[in-house]
């Protein structure tokens, strides 16, 4: 291994992109677990979502008894509770929109995110996005509504709750990357886990709270070990890179979610999804392969 690619697999943009693919590897299976509970099992949606972080929570329990009250330790405090409620609600968008629109499709639609996260990357971090940051995020937003097709007789309405979540779960991105340039990465995750228990189960009460049993309990508690560990992979991929570089990579969720899609519920999208999704690859690549030669010269 020469060093040029040495030096390419230790770049911090090669990390970022690392992280934020392994995230959306853990959120694909987060999803088919989440769309089986609502549209096989009936499920609620609020409930769904405080079970889902509930067992996050406990399953979480070994690392925060071998960190113990220093990891809740901060000198931001708002600014957690503020992005955990935008998580929350966002949370509950994408629980109801997986109720009733296909995987595939839930997931184009909340491909619109970056659109949020660059946007706010410049005017509320002050971090700089460049030319080849706006193209790979437009060319990705495109792919995604190649496939999505919001022009045809098939969209509805209610997909549009993805694009909600989307919004909100930017906002709290943006706020995850300010928290990471003073706080451990440890310490954001506890924050959201620990948070969104309580916001959660007063959702779960004012929808109609249910408690599991049978399969949907097992479902549940594989929801919150994936919720756990994809949380967790977010976090340490916005610590290793600007918001702006790492955010275009969760277009990858929408190969990986197509996927799962069609080997767990046999969903077919239209053929229109490879010319998306070959957009979208490209544009990531291109992307990553840019920011880590920058880097190298830098050096």
């Keep these: 291994m020469n060093q040029s690619s040495v030096s390419l697999l230790r770049s911090r943009a090669v990390i970022g992109a690392g992280f934020m693919v392994l995230a959306g590897i853990a959120f694909a299976g987060l999803n088919v677990v989440t769309q089986w509970l609502a549209m096989t099992l009936g499920f609620p949606p609020a409930s769904t979502a405080f079970w889902q972080y509930g067992f996050a929570l406990v399953l979480s329990l070994p690392l925060l008894y071998r960190l113990g009250l220093r990891a809740m330790r901060t000198a931001y405090?708002?600014?957690h509770l503020i992005r955990v409620l935008?998580?929350?609600?966002?949370v509950q968008?994408?629980?109801?929109g997986l109720a009733t629109v296909p995987i595939w499709q839930a997931i184009a639609l909340v491909m619109t995110s970056p659109f949020f996260i660059i946007v706010g990357a410049r005017l509320f971090l002050g971090e700089t996005v460049g030319r080849d940051?706006?193209?790979?995020?437009?060319?990705?937003?495109?792919?995604a509504m190649i496939i999505l097709q919001p022009w045809s007789d098939a969209f509805t309405y209610q997909a549009l709750l993805p694009v909600l979540s989307a919004l909100l779960w930017g906002g709290s991105s943006l706020i995850m990357k300010n928290l990471t340039q003073y706080e451990a990465p440890e310490t954001v995750t506890v924050w959201l886990l620990v948070?969104?228990?309580p916001i959660n189960a007063g959702l779960a009460v004012a929808g109609g709270f249910e408690v599991p049993h049978g399969l949907a309990l097992w479902l549940l508690l594989s929801a919150g070990l994936l919720t756990a560990i994809g949380q967790y992979l977010l976090t340490l991929a916005y610590n290793a890179a600007d918001a702006a570089y790492v955010q275009?990579?969760?277009?990858?969720?929408?190969?990986?979610?197509?996927?799962?899609?069609?080997?767990?519920?046999g969903y077919a999208p239209s053929g229109y999804l490879w010319i998306g999704?070959?957009?979208i690859l490209g544009a990531s690549l291109f992307l990553m392969l840019r920011e880590a030669r920058r880097e190298t010269a830098a050096e």
């Design 77 to 79: 405090p708002i600014r």
């Design 86 to 90: 935008l998580a929350a609600f966002g």
């Design 93 to 96: 968008a994408w629980v109801m």
């Design 133 to 143: 940051r706006w193209f790979a995020t437009l060319t990705g937003f495109i792919g």
């Design 195 to 197: 948070l969104l228990t």
């Design 248 to 265: 275009p990579f969760d277009d990858l969720k929408l190969p990986l979610n197509v996927l799962a899609g069609w080997l767990v519920f």
């Design 277 to 279: 999704a070959l957009l």
